[in-house]
C-alpha cells in the first residue's frame, strides 16, 4: 500500500532539482558545431563550451573582475594581449566560458571544432573552404553545412535557418 505514495514522493523531491538546474533565460538560444574547420565568432551573453584539434581561440572578457573566468585546457601556448583578451593556441584544446558576457574567436585556420553555446547575442561562421567545412544548427533545426562566405546569425531563441 505504501508504494503508490513513493513516486510522488520521490517526484515531489526531484522536480525542485531539475527546475533548478536549467540557466536557460527567456530567449535564449543554442547553437551546436560539429567537426568543423574555419573561423567560428560568438559574442553573447551565455556560455559557450567546446574543443577543437588544432588552430587558436582567443577569448575576450568585457569584465575580468566579475569573477566569471575561461576554462581552458590543453593550450601549449597563452599570449595575454591585455587584461581583456586572451589568447589560446596548440592542439586538443577544451574551452569552457559559462555567464556573463564574452567574445570567443576560433581563427580560420581551427580544425575538429566541437561546440555547443547558448544565450543571447551574435554568431559569425565562415568555413575554411575545405570539401567538408562541418555542420552547425540553430535551436535544434536541421544541421547546415558551415558557410563558405562569413555569415553573421543571431542567437536566440528566434533563430531560424533556412
Known amino acids: 500500500m505504501r508504494r503508490p505514495l513513493l513516486i510522488p514522493a520521490l517526484l515531489a523531491l526531484a522536480l525542485p532539482a531539475f527546475a533548478g538546474a536549467t540557466t536557460n533565460a527567456p530567449g535564449d538560444g543554442t547553437l551546436i558545431v560539429k567537426d568543423a574547420a574555419g573561423k567560428i565568432v560568438v559574442q553573447a551573453k551565455g556560455g559557450v563550451i567546446g574543443r577543437f584539434d588544432q588552430g587558436a581561440l582567443t577569448v575576450r572578457d568585457p569584465n575580468p573582475d566579475d569573477e566569471l573566468e575561461a576554462v581552458v585546457t590543453g593550450a601549449a601556448k597563452t599570449t595575454f594581449r591585455d587584461e581583456f583578451v586572451t589568447v589560446y593556441s596548440g592542439k586538443n584544446i577544451r574551452f569552457r566560458f559559462i555567464g556573463?558576457?564574452?567574445?570567443?574567436?576560433?581563427?580560420?585556420?581551427?580544425?575538429?571544432?566541437?561546440?555547443?553555446?547558448?544565450?543571447?547575442?551574435?554568431?559569425?561562421?565562415?568555413?575554411?573552404?575545405?570539401?567538408?567545412?562541418?555542420?552547425?544548427?540553430?535551436?535544434?533545426?536541421?544541421?547546415?553545412?558551415?558557410?563558405?562566405?562569413?555569415?553573421?546569425?543571431?542567437?536566440?531563441?528566434?533563430?531560424?535557418?533556412?
Open 100 to 162: 556573463g558576457r564574452f567574445r570567443v574567436t576560433l581563427r580560420k585556420d581551427t580544425t575538429g571544432i566541437d561546440l555547443s553555446a547558448t544565450g543571447k547575442g551574435t554568431v559569425t561562421m565562415q568555413g575554411a573552404g575545405t570539401l567538408d567545412d562541418g555542420t552547425y544548427s540553430f535551436n535544434g533545426d536541421k544541421a547546415k553545412l558551415l558557410p563558405l562566405l562569413e555569415q553573421p546569425f543571431q542567437l536566440s531563441a528566434l533563430t531560424t535557418t533556412q
